[in-house]
């Protein structure tokens, strides 16, 4: 079956700007997160759904930061006034919701802020 | 909180060599899962092998095995017989066993080259 997909795959914006980086899970999956990796660093956590709603959302750094899960499935993760330290790799994951459940990742949105 | 620490950012290895990658974590949890991630330069990031806590056993995936020492908190990751394939970012992650689902907290990673 598909894996994780997610869109673009590169976004380039200028500071100040409204940006949004979309991720569609494994079918079935209920359970989804957001990581943010800088360059020559680990992923960090972002935010975690279980189904529609944010079961932790810890790792928003700040109120600019916000994702949403409608449906359960696609999600989206919406940043306002983009500021040059946003730039990284935004990775989504997707899992059963099992305790110790392997977590799939998708290719990554890389987010330029110029 | 919990961290997890990877002390070596770059590692090489020769071709059917056998390498070992460190890494320690800290927590006051007694349960939780331990893994390696592996990321080549397409950003994907794959999981590589899984150990719970509770399990005394080391757990083995083909070439990769790894040393878990849960009273050090180590857990280190052994991959023999080293292939071209195997060059990438491997990543240790921690993840608490409470809830369901439930974040994974990364090292920053350790570069492994293999040389033909």
């Keep these: 079956g598909a894996g994780v997909s997610q869109t673009p795959s590169n976004k ?21 997160y957001w990581y943010r990796q800088s360059l020559g660093q680990g992923p960090e ?17 700040n109120d600019r930061f916000f994702a949403v899960r409608p449906e359960g499935s696609v999600s989206t993760l919406k940043i306002q006034r983009t500021e040059r330290g ?29 | 909180a919990q961290t997890v620490t990877q002390s070596q950012p770059e590692m090489s290895v020769q071709e059917a060599e056998t390498v070992t990658l460190s890494c320690t974590y800290d927590t006051s949890e007694s349960d939780y899962y331990l893994f390696w991630y592996k990321q080549p330069p397409s950003r994907q990031m794959i999981l590589v092998i899984r150990q719970e806590a509770y ?34 970012m491997y ?26």
């Design chain 1, 12 to 32: 380039v914006t200028e500071k100040g700007k409204y940006v949004e980086l979309r991720c569609d899970p494994i079918s079935g999956h209920t359970a989804l």
């Design chain 1, 45 to 61: 956590f972002l935010i975690y759904f279980q189904g529609t709603g944010a079961a932790d959302d810890s790792g928003l750094p």
């Design chain 1, 86 to 114: 946003d730039s990284a790799v935004y990775l989504c994951a997707s899992s059963s919701g099992l305790a110790g459940d392997e977590q799939y990742f998708g290719p990554g949105t890389r987010l330029t802020v110029t």
């Design chain 2, 55 to 88: 399990k005394q056993q080391n757990a083995t995936e083909n070439r990769f095995s790894v040393n878990f020492q849960k009273a050090a908190k180590s857990f280190s990751l052994k991959i023999s017989d080293s292939q071209l394939g195997d060059a990438a």
């Design chain 2, 91 to 116: 990543f240790c992650a921690y993840r608490s066993a409470g809830a369901r689902g439930g974040k994974l907290i990364f090292g920053q990673g350790t570069e492994l080259s293999v040389k033909p």
